[in-house]
């Protein structure tokens, strides 16, 4: 792989990671709600599933994957339940760990906005198809095809880092205010209806 071929794989991944949209959206929330440092554990979720992809794509599993549309579509739609979940729970007031006036931001889970990402990234056939179907124009067969992966997973994944976490201080920023008794209730409906268009999202993409 030239310089020229990963710098444009850099700008392409900038592009999709700066544009609001799942991944965004679920940072967002938790920003709102649990914190910005909190909601890291939401971007490693995200970032973790991104690894994953880049393993099967070095494989050639995530093609298989793709060919097989009952294994892609029951991934998918239980990802899309368990976001659902979560922005119907907060929405409703009940404890989940987006519901502002249910848990303090100290108190939510680690482990489980960690999962909320890798089930957002993981659910979104999207982000599968763009490891199957663009990434591969990115590579030169002719070289060593692992250390290519290895650079652009870096190329991929510390850029998306730092731009949801620039997302996530911004909405941190908005957490104190957010999460008082007398405006809880409102962050909830605004967090659980962004879990809920998130999991609309990733329904509505087509294999």
Known sequence: MDFHSFFLFVLTELALSASPGPAVMLVVAYGLTAGWKKSIFATLGILTANAIYFTISATGLGALIVASHALFTVVKWLGVAYLAYLGLSAIFGRPSPITASKLNGKDSSGWK???????????????????????????????????????????SMIPEFFILLGYAVLAGRMQSIATRPSFARITDRVAGSLMLAVAMIVAAIQQ
């Open 113 to 155: 906005i960690w999962l909320s990402g890798l089930t957002l990234q993981l659910a979104n056939p999207k982000a599968l198809i763009f490891f199957i179907a663009i990434l591969p124009q990115f590579l030169n067969p002719a070289a060593n095809v692992p250390l290519q992966m290895i650079w652009l997973a870096a190329g």
